[in-house]
């Protein structure tokens, strides 16, 4: 599966954004989906997750209350909605896809096997 994020902009702090993830390439349904953030200068970290039906989503608390992932899976396509937003939000974010991957409320198992290009997430203050 082939993934494309976008949406990214420079933005003020407190005000929102949402990124869209666009999948091709095979069934989007069949593949759990997850966003990942690195900013500059450090690591990739996971933020975000929602099973394939879209039912479940799980979230690590620095996003929890303010992000929202959603999916539409008849335009295979995976949103996150960013509210609230932050300088420490700054990142690259990109979307990742994986066919064994698990997800509930309570975390997320298995890997990501397939990640897109990013898209830049810049929060002034």
């Known amino acids: 599966v082939q993934l494309q994020a976008s949406g990214g902009g420079l933005v003020q702090a407190g005000d929102s954004l949402r990124l869209s993830c666009a999948a091709s390439?095979?069934?989007?349904?069949?593949?759990?989906m997850g966003w990942y953030r690195q900013p500059p200068g450090k690591k990739r970290d996971f933020i975000a997750a929602?099973?394939?039906?879209?039912?479940?989503?799980y979230y690590l608390d620095p996003v929890k209350g303010r992000f929202t992932i959603s999916r539409d899976n008849t335009k295979n396509t995976l949103y996150l909605q960013m509210n609230s937003l932050k300088p420490e939000d700054t990142a690259v974010y990109s979307c990742?896809?994986?066919?064994?991957?698990?997800?509930?409320?309570w975390g997320v198992g298995n890997s990501f096997d397939y990640w897109g290009q990013g898209t830049q997430v810049t929060v002034s203050s």
């Open positions: 990742a896809a994986g066919f064994d991957v698990v997800v509930s409320q």
């Open positions: 390439g095979d069934t989007f349904s069949n593949y759990g």
């Open positions: 929602i099973s394939r039906s879209g039912d479940s989503t």
